[in-house]
């Protein structure tokens, strides 16, 4: 196009879009800074000379007055390009004493981004680092806040907390021999805890505290010291009404908020066991949850149910402020998760599908497509972001294997295959580094790392 080359141009010649002075600009007022920017839109396109796309666009929009060619909207980005340059560089400067390895980027943020360049590697580069195995189907994981430990639960009731270094020694034996650290030496289970009676259906660790909380299918959440070496049993036992199926920790610790077969979310004060619950009935579920999950910053958290919804909560609250119904075509929600910045919301659905929810405006952006070849799905599982969040990752149950998009564009990245001998019930991402947990009925829980190459 003309603008793309050649000098800026400028002079008396080149007609603008008229803008109000910078000292009325309206920041506030999306409605009004929209329409100017399809005015700069439409002005642009008839300037670099493509009348026809300028007239469509120009149909949908109804600019009044009519838009003049012009080439004012280039030179507003090339005049933002640089800005973001230099923010970027400043910012490259503050962060010059960091790891590359340990820093995260600036994660999912479609508000001021359409491409990111990522040093992240694509989940089909991942290869499995451990395998551990259950009595029983192997349902529930979680990493710890620090990705230094993860955990396991199955059917058989029980729940092992597993040493990542540990395991990643044990898959590189001579990178092990060269450690002398006690973090690469012994066995990678550290603990093993037996306290409930039924199936384990959830885990997640404290964000603070060396305390890992567990739900069952035996009506209870339990919560486990493992700062101690001969722990078995739970410190504290909370008692709920029905079957345990999710549970999320606010991120201060103080509170966790635990969803059951049961319609009515209920939120559990740690230290006291004391149980909150939103007193207007129309705010519920119609039917049990399946998901539940803190924002990063605690000022909402959301929920799933069998009954096709997904729902928003007021952090302090505790009520419910936004409803998407039938999020995923009246099909059964299986996971939600935000981004760190919790402007977004990855859902899964048993219709196989994976949206993104911005929730500012409730609509979903983008929809990664591909996965469930089969159709409707039988089990639940979980879409989840890798540790940049750059990548999306979901395991398909036809097939056994992990299905991955760029977060972004939603393009397609290779298959992996998972090894699993049977539907993969849970998969969870470390925060922090290039490894992730699938767990599945195969009895089997399987560790996965991205090893760095060696130089």
């Known amino acids: 196009m003309a603008a793309n080359s050649g000098p800026l141009p400028s002079g008396p010649?080149?007609?603008?879009?008229?803008?109000?002075p910078p000292d009325t600009l309206e920041t506030k007022n999306v409605v009004k800074n929209r329409e100017l920017l399809?005015?700069?839109?439409?002005?642009?396109?008839?300037?670099?000379?493509?009348?026809?796309?300028?007239?469509?666009?120009?149909?949908?929009?109804?600019?009044?007055?009519?838009?003049?060619?012009?080439?004012?909207?280039?030179?507003?980005?090339?005049?933002?390009?640089?800005?973001?340059?230099?923010r970027k560089r400043k910012k490259e400067g503050l962060t010059a004493s960091i790891s590359p390895d340990s820093f995260l980027g600036p994660g999912l943020d479609l508000e001021f981004e359409t491409e990111m360049h990522t040093n992240a590697a694509e989940p089909a580069m991942y290869e499995t680092a451990y395998v551990t195995s259950h009595k029983g189907p192997c349902r529930a994981g979680a990493f710890s806040p620090d990705a230094q430990m993860v955990a396991t639960g199955s059917q058989d009731a029980s729940i092992k907390i597993l040493d990542v270094s540990r395991m990643l020694a044990k898959s590189a034996p001579e990178a092990g021999m060269e450690?002398?650290?006690?973090?690469?030496?012994?066995?990678?289970?550290?603990?093993?805890?037996?306290?409930?009676?039924?199936?384990?259906?959830?885990?997640?660790?404290?964000?603070?505290?060396?305390?890992?909380?567990?739900?069952?299918?035996?009506?209870?959440?339990?919560?486990?010291?493992?700062?101690?070496?001969?722990?078995?049993?739970?410190?504290?036992?909370?008692?709920?009404?029905?079957?345990?199926?999710?549970?999320?920790?606010?991120?201060?610790?103080?509170?966790?908020?635990?969803?059951?077969?049961h319609s009515v979310i209920r939120l559990y004060d740690v230290q006291t066991a004391q149980a909150f619950v939103c007193n207007i009935p129309s705010h519920?579920?119609?039917?049990?949850?399946?998901?539940?999950?803190?924002?990063?910053?605690?000022?909402?958290?959301?929920?799933?149910?069998?009954?096709?919804?997904?729902?928003?909560?007021?952090?302090?609250?505790?009520?419910?402020?936004?409803?998407?119904?039938?999020?995923?075509?009246?099909?059964?929600?299986?996971?939600?998760?935000?981004?760190?910045?919790?402007?977004?919301?990855?859902?899964?659905?048993?219709?196989?599908l994976v949206k993104l929810w911005e929730l500012n405006t409730s609509r979903c952006l983008i929809a990664y497509t591909g996965a469930g070849t089969t159709g409707k799905q039988e089990h639940k599982t979980q879409a989840v972001f890798n540790?940049?969040?750059?990548?999306?990752?979901?395991?398909?149950?036809?097939?056994?294997?992990?299905?991955?998009?760029?977060?972004?564009?939603?393009?397609?990245?290779?298959?992996?295959?998972?090894?699993?001998?049977?539907?993969?019930?849970?998969?969870?991402?470390?925060?922090?580094?290039a490894a992730f947990l699938t767990c599945s009925d195969d009895f089997r829980a399987r560790f996965w790392s991205r090893r760095a190459p060696n130089h």
């Open 13 to 20: 010649g080149i007609p603008t879009v008229p803008l109000p």
């Open 179 to 261: 450690s002398s650290g006690p973090e690469s030496q012994g066995h990678p289970v550290i603990r093993t805890l037996y306290d409930h009676v039924e199936e384990v259906t959830c885990l997640e660790f404290h964000p603070r505290e060396p305390i890992l909380a567990s739900g069952s299918r035996d009506y209870t959440v339990k919560l486990f010291d493992y700062s101690k070496t001969s722990v078995k049993k739970a410190f504290r036992t909370i008692t709920d009404a029905d079957q345990v199926k999710c549970l999320s920790f606010h991120p201060g610790g103080d509170f966790i908020v635990v969803g059951t077969n």
């Open 284 to 352: 519920q579920h119609t039917s049990g949850i399946t998901t539940i999950k803190y924002s990063p910053d605690a000022k909402v958290f959301a929920s799933g149910s069998r009954d096709g919804s997904i729902k928003i909560w007021d952090g302090v609250s505790n009520r419910c402020v936004n409803t998407f119904i039938k999020a995923h075509g009246g099909a059964e929600v299986c996971s939600v998760t935000f981004t760190r910045n919790g402007k977004y919301l990855l859902s899964t659905g048993k219709d196989s």
């Open 38 to 86: 399809y005015r700069l839109m439409v002005s642009q396109l008839f300037y670099d000379g493509n009348q026809k796309q300028a007239l469509e666009v120009q149909s949908v929009t109804n600019p009044d007055p009519p838009c003049p060619p012009s080439d004012r909207l280039f030179n507003l980005m090339m005049l933002g390009l640089e800005y973001e340059m230099q």
């Open 387 to 433: 540790h940049t969040e750059d990548f999306v990752m979901f395991p398909d149950e036809a097939t056994t294997s992990l299905c991955a998009w760029n977060s972004r564009n939603a393009s397609r990245k290779h298959l992996l295959s998972l090894g699993h001998n049977g539907p993969v019930r849970h998969i969870s991402h470390s925060p922090t580094t």
